[in-house]
């Protein structure tokens, strides 16, 4: 009988095995992945999102759409997403650009992050003209129409864009002309309620706070936004994480360290609170020399060990932009540029190749 039992059991064991394996073999869903050792190959095996910033009308660029579905598996829309172009008049809503970004994506098994719902930027003139009174309506309603298109597409949402004031003093606001979705330095109403509004329309998206200039420990402005962050965090203001843009220049090495600070107080807030790294470059003075680019490639890669160290708080990295060929920085910032991961020609720069080798 023991005897029975005990063949009974290994061939029982070894079925299992051959089951198993057959059904792994026979192709149980896998994400789609790019080539081996692709940017995105590797990001996926360590559970990264590595995004860009995109814009629709360059997908039929061949070159363009190669380089996004092979090397990323997340998107953001560079401007396709802001008010002016989504909700052009009070009446109107304009998505057509934008899903054409949700559907590349869907097709290329690749996740979107939502950019941004409020800023003081890109704001169409039917808003802008409206007195302070009638702008939580308009932001209700914004937010109310955009997340239900969206509702269960989006990874995280940039609910509110931008709002702190560079010189940390407080809120940007329509005292100064800095933005008019706050009424004062400390009028946060508007803030507060576009998250509780989001939370109530896509309660399975991440809801961001975005900044520049806000990743280290010590920075006036980077202060201020983690009191405010903490403070709304506290009073229970349903904020999911805060977005690094971390837009930055080769030749000022960024402060790890306080870089680490800041991220170890946010993730204390609350369990699971993120910290997402939503629109890096990193400019170069043109022309980019070789020891330019190989410091620019350390930078990224040091930002990506910091991000791996703080997995799963961590898990977002988003270049702004694929290629030089695109980016924003040459028409703002003059004589700079040089400063995503490929080049003119989608040649991709000792930058990609260190953030691969930080991701084995
Ligand atoms: O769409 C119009 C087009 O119709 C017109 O012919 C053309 C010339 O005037 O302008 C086009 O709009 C431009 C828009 O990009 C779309 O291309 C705006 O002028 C231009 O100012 C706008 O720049 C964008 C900028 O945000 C707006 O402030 C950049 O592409 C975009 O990279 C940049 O992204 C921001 C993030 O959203 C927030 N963080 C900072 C980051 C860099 O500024």
Known sequence: MRKEVFVGRKYGFIYIVISISILFLSGCPKPPIGPVGSLRDMAASRNIRIGAAVDPTKFSETAYDNTCKTEFNMLVAENVMKMDTIHPSATTYNYSPADLIMTYAQNNGMTVRGHALLWHNQVPGWVTAKPYSELIAVMQS??????THFKGKIHSWDVVNEVVKDNGLG????????SIWADSLTDDSIIKEAFYRARAVDPDAKLIINDYSNE???STKADKLYSLVAGWVGAGVPIDGVGFQLHLMESSTPNYTAIRQNIDRYIALKPGFQVQFTEIDVRISEPASQS????QASIYANLMRIALDYYPNVTVFVTWGITDKYSWIPSVF???GSALLFDGAYAPKPAYHALVNALR
């Open 142 to 147: 914004h937010i109310d129409n955009v997340l």
């Open 171 to 178: 809120l940007r606001n329509n005292d100064d002309s800095s």
């Open 216 to 218: 280290a420990k010590g």
């Open 292 to 295: 330019e680019l190989d410091n």
């Open 334 to 336: 003059s004589g700079y």
